[in-house]
């Protein structure tokens, strides 16, 4: 409990609500890559990426609210992949990467800035891929872009996250290999 009141001590309101949220946010994301398909992996990274980008504007950290927001947009709209001829086109991630290279570019405010920036272009096209393997293996390096991102803006819960992320998208890997007798 002591590291629980030393982590709060000397922190605002908001900064705390901010957390709370982020680790919320956490637990959609972390579970995300244990589900079996790639509809269910996109949908709970949605829900994921709302409460991100609500946590970042509370931090006003708006480089990473607005990568949230487009990886929210972008996910709902993955969701459909093979039901939809735009969406299994390859205009479709194009178009989430610029948007999420132009919100970049808009909040630009330093080096750091473009790390989330980056990692929405990468991801972009990560994401769409409907392989459930190679989502989880091609999601790494964005993860460790996001966790440096995290550190610098204070997002503890982000910081946790991609540590977890991590770890998470290891497990998905070796659960759901495919058995070679």
């Known amino acids: 409990m002591d590291f629980i009141t030393n982590y709060f001590s000397g922190k605002d309101a908001k900064f705390i609500i901010s957390q709370f949220i982020g680790f919320l946010a956490a637990a959609i994301l972390l ?12 949908i709970m990274q949605a829900c994921s990426g709302l409460l991100f ?4 504007f509370m931090l006003g950290a708006f480089e990473g609210m607005i990568g949230n927001v487009v ?8 969701s459909f992949r093979g039901k939809s001829k735009f969406v299994d086109s390859i205009a479709c991630p194009i178009i ?8 970049g570019l808009l909040t630009y405010t330093s080096p750091a800035s473009l790390l989330p ?14 392989h459930t393997q190679q989502l989880r ?13 995290n ?31």
């Not at 579970?31 to 996109?42: A, D, E, N």
């Not at 929210?72 to 993955?78: E, N, P």
């Not at 920036?117 to 409907?130: H, R």
């Not at 550190?151 to 759901?176: A, D, K, M, W």
């Open 31 to 42: 579970l995300s890559f244990q589900q079996k398909t790639h509809k269910r992996i996109v």
């Open 53 to 56: 980008a609500i946590q970042y």
């Open 71 to 78: 990886g929210m947009a972008r996910s709902i709209s993955f």
């Open 96 to 103: 989430f990467a610029v948007l999420a290279g132009a919100g």
């Open 117 to 130: 920036m980056a990692a929405m272009i990468i991801s972009s096209f990560v994401m769409w891929n409907p």
């Open 137 to 149: 293996a091609l999601t790494m390096p964005t993860s460790l872009m996001w966790l440096i991102y």
């Open 151 to 181: 550190i610098l803006c204070s997002s503890y819960s982000g910081i946790v996250t991609e540590v977890f992320n991590q770890i998470s998208i290891i497990i998905g890997l070796i659960r759901f290999r495919k058995n070679k007798t």
